[in-house]
């Protein structure tokens, strides 16, 4: 019989070793992200060259946009936000990143809601898989299609009114931001499933919807820029279980979805084209269209809501102008269009002076409030005569190239309508950046 003592072997874990070694590391990593990079001579703050957490931080503080464009003002056209990431602000940097065939950066993955399995033309970010996927959603955008729900538009617009005056006549305050955005809300309703959310005929927020929207605004504003926790966090059974605002933002779209297919007097909404993609191709999954649905409702009613309130801001704020726009509309109607309370977009089309100030708005507030980062593919890119290597995210903020003095004069930071009516736009067209692409 053979005897075997067991020994106990026991492994001593040196801990002020363990943490010296990984300061050492973690330090050494800093300096060669800081000095030895191929970015080290890009201007930007010290902690945005070593880590994301800089980038993350301004944005939680809700300060990324006055921060980015101080930088550019200091150092110009390049700023480092990032151990990877290059802010640019070029005449050039739309043409050359937005419009360009690069793929988009991984934090475009965070807008497939409510999970990965719902990829939209947004989350995706190869350039060639986006463009198959939108081929399918891009008919239920023309214009001519939209213009179809135009009297639904527009009812929601007169609940508008109603509150306008309901408030007026009680000589009370009201909170003309959170009405607004009720009526974006149920105009995308109108838009997409024939029926609005009915907020705005509530006059309140429903089931906390909206309060949610900002819940996830915020979430995603940050979650996109760190893959790995977000494939783990973001999945099938917190979406369920309605942990994440994404979740409870695709409950709110899959409720509407299937009061939309359950309703066989909607036609001509964008769910109606989408369908009929559906059936011509047998490409389009019912989940494919969910997921369009849910950024359609996450993503498209907050900026319309923001552009709104920047036109009517600017607009009280220079008077000459409120006055201006309603000699026009009067001058309109003395010419047989622009009749009744809510004036068609036909009509609107032709009001020169509100285009070019509804232009001016989006340009001074931007409702894109991120950035929009690029991958630099194989070979690199060039812009103004610096070369960024493969790999590199460069991001194009519209809040930065909206007031750049180099594109839209020393008034940059005025509010100016009459810079969209004089000389060549062109290049004033290029750098006006009011959609994610």
Not at 227 to 245: A, D, E, K, Q, T
Request: charged letters at 20%; proline letters at 5%.
């Amino acid at each position: 019989m053979i005897q075997i003592n067991s020994v106990n072997s026991e492994v001593l874990v040196s801990w002020p070793g363990f943490i010296t070694e990984l300061a050492l590391l973690v330090f050494a990593i800093a300096v060669h992200r800081r000095y030895f990079s191929n970015l080290s001579d890009i201007p930007g703050p010290f902690w945005a060259s070593v880590t994301r957490l800089w980038h993350v931080w301004i944005i939680l503080e809700g300060k990324q946009n006055v921060r980015l464009k101080a930088l550019h003002r200091k150092h110009g056209q390049f700023v480092r936000i990032a151990p990877n990431e290059v802010s640019v602000c070029h005449p050039d940097g739309s043409t050359l990143l937005l419009r360009a065939n690069l793929h988009k950066g991984d934090w475009y993955s965070v807008t497939a809601v409510p999970d990965y399995r719902f990829q939209n033309p947004m989350s995706t970010t190869s350039p060639k898989k986006k463009k198959a996927l939108s081929k399918h959603f891009a008919p239920g955008y023309a214009l001519s299609q939209v213009l179809k729900r135009e009297p639904e538009v527009d009812e929601n617009i007169e609940h508008l009114l109603r509150w306008v005056e309901k408030y007026a006549e009680d000589r009370m305050p009201m909170d003309l931001d959170r009405f607004i955005t009720y009526t974006t809300f149920d105009n995308i309703g109108s838009a997409l499933f024939s029926e609005p959310f009915g907020f705005i005929r509530a006059g309140r927020d429903i089931d906390g919807t909206l309060r949610n929207n900002v819940a996830l605004s915020r979430f995603a504003a940050v979650a996109g820029f760190f893959i790995g926790p977000l494939r783990i966090l973001i999945n099938p059974l917190n979406s369920w279980l309605l942990l994440l605002p994404m979740g409870r933002l695709y409950r709110t779209t899959s409720v509407a979805i299937k009061k939309r297919l359950n309703n066989p007097e909607a036609h001509n909404d964008m769910v109606a084209h989408w369908l009929g993609a559906q059936q011509k191709s047998g490409e389009l999954s019912l989940r494919k269209i969910e997921a369009q649905a849910n950024v359609n409702v996450g993503a498209g009613a907050e900026p319309v809501s923001s552009a709104i309130q920047s036109l009517l801001y600017h607009l009280i704020q220079h008077p000459e102008d409120w006055l201006r726009v309603r000699n026009e509309i009067h001058a309109a109607r003395a010419e047989g269009s622009c009749h009744g309370r809510v004036v068609s977009f036909h009509d609107a089309d032709n009001l020169t002076y509100l285009r070019a100030c509804i232009k001016e708005a989006l340009r001074v507030f931007s409702p894109t409030t991120m950035g929009l980062p690029r991958v630099v593919a194989k070979g690199g890119i060039n812009i103004a005569g610096r070369h960024f290597q493969q790999g590199t995210i460069l991001s194009v903020s519209s809040n930065v190239v909206h007031s750049s003095k180099d594109i839209w004069g020393d008034d940059a930071d005025q509010w100016n309508p009459e810079r969209w009516l004089s000389g060549d736009t062109k290049k004033l067209d290029r750098n006006w950046i009011v959609v994610s692409p």
